[in-house]
Nanobody, 124 residues
Framework: QVELVESGGGSVQAGGSLTLSCAVS?????????SAWFRQAPGKERELAAL???????DYADSVKGRFTVYQDSAKMTLYLQMNNLKPEDTAMYYC?????????????????WGQGIQVTVSS
């Protein structure tokens, strides 16, 4: 059974920084998969914030580009999201997710494993 557990959320003032971590436990069948951070603000749909593909290439939503950095540890078992210059509109529940395959990483339906979510609140 594969589990994803997020940590590092919390409350911060606008302009501040947070780093989220997502630890993968269990025995995933493959480490060459898509790994991503999604977020969902109250009353809004879940959106893809950042991802890394099997080659560790990152990709970002336009709304976070230049402020967020997504990366993995060498074993591909921990996913991080460094968030700088946070804005009130970044306030959301953040979820890490991991796919079973290595393609179509931007598609939400490719993600099979999900964490329970962690709250990030940015005050103005």
């Amino acid at each position: 059974q594969v589990e994803l557990v997020e940590s590092g959320g919390g409350s911060v003032q606008a302009g501040g920084s947070l780093t989220l971590s997502c630890a993968v436990s269990g025995n995933p069948s493959s480490r060459d998969v898509c790994s991503a951070w999604f977020r969902q603000a109250p009353g809004k749909e879940r959106e893809l914030a950042a991802l890394v593909d099997m080659s560790r290439h990152p990709d970002y939503a336009d709304s976070v580009k230049g402020r967020f950095t997504v990366y993995q540890d060498s074993a591909k078992m921990t996913l991080y999201l460094q968030m700088n210059n946070l804005k009130p509109e970044d306030t959301a529940m953040y979820y890490c997710a991991r796919s079973l395959g290595a393609d179509a990483c931007k598609r939400t339906d490719r993600y099979f494993y999900w964490g329970q979510g962690i709250q990030v609140t940015v005050s103005s």
